[in-house]
């Protein structure tokens, strides 16, 4: 591969990236127990923030000292944190927490008077689907990933709405995910082999056939994205030749081959439901000294011959 191909190359690979924060609508990053997303999001929105969008926190499962942590001063004072991690029901009556909950800072947010970009993390969404309604929960993030497509004159925003949200997929049905999925205008699905992250990116764009591409990276304690290469063939595991190979048919109570003579023997055989023509012509046609049987009955006293009433023998 040649410089310049290099370049295209990675050039290719950022654009895949930061198709992630190009387009407005919802993204969901799908983690798992072995590949969580966190972190994920945190570059995400770093990246945002260095991108001079308006990035608001809405943050559920961790605490604000959690998710902060790891970002730099400058970092920190572009985000805006709303805080449902300590107090989520408003039980302490501060009057901090907005009303309406989790849905009802979402929706002040969809009343935002300025026409940038903003960038709406969810932390997470699972956390939202276990505590709220699927069908309310999706018809607001609906609201609020697509509001930029309402025409402008209406008094609504035009600027780009990034909304990603976090989501530990094993902790729901087919139904939620399928829900979130149809809304999804990205998908990120987390997953890596041999200790090397790798993203799964699907990508809807309107009027556009689907991209589906896996990009694999690492995370720096700053949080910022490494792009890698996916791991080389040479470096798969493969079969140690010094281990014994175990015969699966060694220690059977059959035999799964036959040798020629049995075969031979096999082919030779005729089945019992294989009729040749003396065994058809003998079942057909009977020998002349064959004797024909007859049955004589005769009835006994105690038998039943009335048809209309079978059961008048038992006195009933």
């Given amino acids: 591969m040649t410089l310049s191909e290099g370049a295209r190359a990675g050039t290719r690979k950022l654009e895949m990236l930061d198709s992630l924060l190009a387009l407005g609508g919802l993204v969901l990053l799908r983690d798992s127990v072995e590949w969580e997303g966190r972190s994920l999001l945190k570059a995400l929105v770093k990246k945002s923030a260095l991108c001079g969008e308006q990035v608001h926190i809405l943050g559920c499962e961790v605490s ?3 998710f902060r942590e790891g970002f730099d001063s400058d970092i920190n004072n572009r985000l ?7 107090d989520p029901l408003n039980w302490s009556k501060t009057g901090e927490a907005l009303p309406g909950g989790p849905l009802g800072a979402l929706r002040a947010m969809c009343k935002r008077t300025d026409l940038g970009p903003v960038t709406i993390a969810l932390d997470s969404l699972s956390w939202l689907l276990l505590h709220l309604p699927c069908a309310t929960l999706c018809q607001t993030l609906h609201a609020v990933s697509y ?8 008094g609504s925003p035009v600027g780009k709405v990034h909304v990603l949200g976090l989501l530990h997929e094993e902790l729901h ?4 995910m399928g829900a979130l999925s149809s809304l999804a205008q990205t998908e990120v699905t987390l997953g890596g082999t041999m200790g090397q992250a790798s993203a799964r990116i699907l990508c809807r764009r309107p009027q556009q056939h689907p991209t589906d591409q896996t990009q694999w990276f690492s995370i720096l304690p700053d949080f910022s994205l490494h792009l890698q290469e996916g791991p080389s063939k040479e470096f798969q595991p493969q079969s140690d030749p010094h281990i014994p190979l175990v015969d699966p048919m060694a220690h059977l109570t059959f035999n799964l081959h036959l040798s020629k003579k049995e075969r031979e023997a096999r082919d030779s055989l005729t089945l019992p439901f294989q009729f040749s023509s003396e065994k058809q012509e003998a079942l057909l ?4 000294s064959q004797a024909t049987s007859h049955i004589f009955y005769e009835p006994d006293a105690y038998d039943d011959l ?3 009433d079978p059961d008048d023998d038992l006195d009933i």
Avoid: I, K, M, W
């Fill in 285 to 288: 046609r009977p020998r002349p």
């Fill in 80 to 86: 805006v944190y709303h805080d449902f991690f300590r």
């Fill in 306 to 308: 009335d048809q209309e």
């Fill in 147 to 154: 509001q930029d497509s309402c025409p402008p004159g209406d």
């Fill in 64 to 66: 604000e000292e959690e």
């Fill in 173 to 176: 049905g087919p139904g939620p």
